[in-house]
């Protein structure tokens, strides 16, 4: 499963993107559908080929009180015009200020979880979160130029920032609380703004035995989807 090193890719051929616009989060959508798709070839690819399940980016997903927009969610189109979304993936970064940037990303997931349950109990929800390890990172936007910015032992703002989001429990079936994903991935990258960026792995990034782990987060998320939808 290569989404992780093809949103590096996409960094570097989109050098001093802005992290707040929708584009590097439409691309990460991509490489996970491309990867659903073939982890799951005979749910979830042959249900998109043939046009039932329909993916579609920035999506405004309603529920009796609220409407959110949803980087990513894979709809039934047999209930259109209602769109019904059988899994749902949302998109948060770290790139700076780690300590106030990690809770405040936290509590978006949380509630974000909340929202695509409230949806639909059944829903499978995914987060991914990309955290950034460079000290020199500047934001593109004009009142980020020029901070100067405390120092840090980066090395452990990072270890911190992946433990409070690899932490975060998964929700196993419809029943249990709505303000948990069923399945979450913490994608570590090195980049300051202006150089190409590299993917971060070893120590610094969740490993093959955690369910942070990419790998693990695709194989879930089609897990889950099969189980419910497709029994």
Request: net charge neutral.
């Amino acid at each position: 499963m290569r989404g992780p090193e093809r949103y590096v890719e996409w960094i570097n051929h989109h050098l001093g993107f802005n992290p707040r616009s929708a584009a590097n989060s439409n691309a990460l959508s991509e490489y996970i559908i491309d990867d659903l798709r073939n982890e799951s070839p005979k749910a979830i690819r042959a249900l998109t080929d043939s046009g039932h399940l329909v993916s579609l980016k920035n999506a405004s997903i309603s529920t009796r009180v609220a409407v959110r927009n949803i980087d990513l969610v894979l709809y039934e189109h047999d209930k259109l015009p209602i769109i019904s979304a059988q899994m749902a993936v949302e998109h948060k970064t770290v790139m700076t200020a780690h300590g106030k940037a990690r809770l405040n990303r936290y509590g978006d997931i949380i509630a974000y979880c909340n929202h695509m349950h409230n949806h639909r109990s059944d829903c499978v929800v995914g987060a991914t979160v990309v955290i950034n390890t460079s000290e020199t990172y500047e934001n593109p936007d004009a009142f980020a130029r020029g901070l100067e910015r405390p120092k840090f032992k980066m090395a452990k703002v990072v270890k911190d920032t992946v433990q409070v989001f690899e932490r975060i429990p998964l929700r196993e079936t419809p029943d249990e609380s709505n303000d948990s994903p069923e399945a979450l991935t913490i994608i570590v990258i090195n980049y300051d703004g202006i150089n190409p960026a590299t993917l971060v792995t070893g120590e610094s990034s969740p490993g093959p035995d955690s369910r942070a782990h990419y790998d693990n987060f695709i194989r879930r998320l089609a897990q889950k989807y099969e189980d419910r939808f497709c029994q």
